[in-house]
C-alpha cells in the first residue's frame, strides 16, 4: 500500500490525488522545489468547514447553554494544539511534504503544521464531495473532543476562566507578560500571568498563545487554592511579584 492510500484508508474518504499532494504540501517544501503552491489555501477552506460542522454540533447537542459557554468549547475543539492531537493519531507528520530546513528541526512535530495540515485535507475533502461528506470527517476526527469539551470546564479556555475567578474575587483583570528565546524557527515563549501585581502562573510553549493558556491555568489553581484556603490575593502561595519573576 502506497503512504498517499494508507493515509486515505485512515481517513476513510477518497481525495483526489493532486488534491492530496496539495494538502500535505508546506511552505518550506513549496519555497524550496522553485514556488510550488502551498497547502495554505486548502487550511482557509477548511477552517472554515471545521468551525462550521463544530459550531452547529455544539447548537444542536447543547441546546442549553449559553453562547459563551459553547464559544468556549469551540475554541477548545478547534484549538491548535487539539488538532495536533488529531493529526498524530493519523500519523500525519509522516506524511507533510516539509522543506529540508522544517524537517531538521522537527517540523513534523510541530503542532501549528500538524493542525494546519488538517485543516488543509478538510479543505481537501470539501472541494471533492462536498459539505456533507466533509462534516462526517470532520464528526470522525474531532467527536472525542467535543465530548471532553463538554465535561472539561474552566480548562476549555483557562485565559477566560482566570479572567471570570479574578472578576468575581473582587482582583483586576488579569495582565501577561512573556519573553521568547531561540530563533524564528524554534522559538520558544514564556508567559507569566499576573493578578494583582503578582506572578501567579509561568507557562512555556511554542506559541505565545499556548504559553499564556498554560501560565493562565496555573494561576487559575492557585486562586482556587487560596480561595478554598481563605487566603486573599495578597497570599503566599505563588508569590512573587512580576518584575521579580520576569528577571529570574
Same mark, same amino acid.
Given at each position: 500500500m502506497t503512504p498517499a492510500a494508507d493515509l486515505l484508508e485512515k481517513l476513510g474518504v477518497d481525495i483526489d490525488p493532486e488534491l492530496l499532494v496539495l494538502a500535505l504540501t508546506h511552505r518550506s517544501f513549496a519555497h524550496e522545489a522553485g514556488g510550488l503552491p502551498?497547502?495554505?489555501?486548502?487550511?482557509? @477552506?477548511?477552517?472554515t468547514v471545521l468551525g462550521l460542522s463544530v459550531t452547529e454540533a455544539l447548537y444542536r447537542? *447543547?441546546?442549553?447553554?449559553?453562547?459563551?459557554?459553547?464559544?468556549?468549547?469551540?475554541?477548545?475543539? $478547534?484549538? !491548535? +494544539?487539539?488538532?495536533?492531537?488529531?493529526?498524530?493519531?493519523?500519523?500525519?507528520?509522516?506524511?507533510v511534504l516539509l522543506g529540508r530546513?522544517?524537517?531538521?528541526?522537527?517540523?513534523?512535530? /510541530?503542532?501549528?503544521? @500538524?493542525?494546519?495540515?488538517?485543516?488543509?485535507?478538510?479543505?481537501?475533502?470539501?472541494?471533492? *464531495?462536498?459539505?456533507? $461528506?466533509?462534516? =462526517?470527517?470532520? *464528526?470522525?476526527?474531532?467527536?472525542?473532543?467535543?465530548?471532553?469539551?463538554?465535561?472539561?470546564?474552566?480548562?476549555?479556555?483557562? /485565559?477566560? =476562566?482566570? !479572567?471570570?475567578?479574578?472578576?468575581?474575587?473582587?482582583?483586576?483583570?488579569?495582565?501577561? +507578560?512573556?519573553?521568547?528565546?531561540?530563533?524564528? *524557527?524554534?522559538? $520558544?515563549?514564556? =508567559?507569566?500571568?499576573?493578578?494583582?501585581?503578582d506572578v501567579l502562573g509561568t507557562g512555556t510553549g511554542t506559541a505565545k498563545k499556548h504559553a499564556e493558556q498554560d501560565a493562565a491555568k496555573e494561576a487559575y489553581l492557585v486562586l482556587e487554592e487560596r480561595a478554598a484556603a481563605g487566603t486573599g490575593a495578597s497570599g503566599t502561595a505563588g508569590g512573587g511579584s512580576a518584575d521579580e519573576s520576569a528577571s529570574a
Open positions: 502551498t497547502n495554505e489555501r486548502l487550511e482557509f @477552506l477548511g477552517d447537542r *447543547h441546546p442549553d447553554l449559553p453562547e459563551g459557554d459553547l464559544a468556549r468549547m469551540r475554541a477548545a475543539t $478547534v484549538s !491548535q +494544539r487539539a488538532l495536533a492531537r488529531v493529526a498524530r493519531d493519523l500519523d500525519l507528520g509522516s506524511y530546513g522544517e524537517t531538521i528541526t522537527g517540523g513534523n512535530e /510541530k503542532d501549528s503544521i @500538524l493542525s494546519d495540515t488538517v485543516e488543509a485535507i478538510l479543505g481537501a475533502v470539501y472541494l471533492c *464531495h462536498g459539505l456533507e $461528506v466533509a462534516r =462526517s470527517l470532520v *464528526h470522525r476526527l474531532v467527536d472525542p473532543l467535543l465530548e471532553a469539551a463538554a465535561v472539561r470546564g474552566a480548562a476549555l479556555d483557562w /485565559k477566560t =476562566s482566570l !479572567q471570570e475567578f479574578a472578576s468575581a474575587a473582587g482582583l483586576p483583570a488579569p495582565e501577561y +507578560r512573556w519573553e521568547a528565546a531561540g530563533p524564528d *524557527h524554534a522559538r $520558544v515563549f514564556t =508567559s507569566f500571568a499576573v493578578v494583582d501585581g
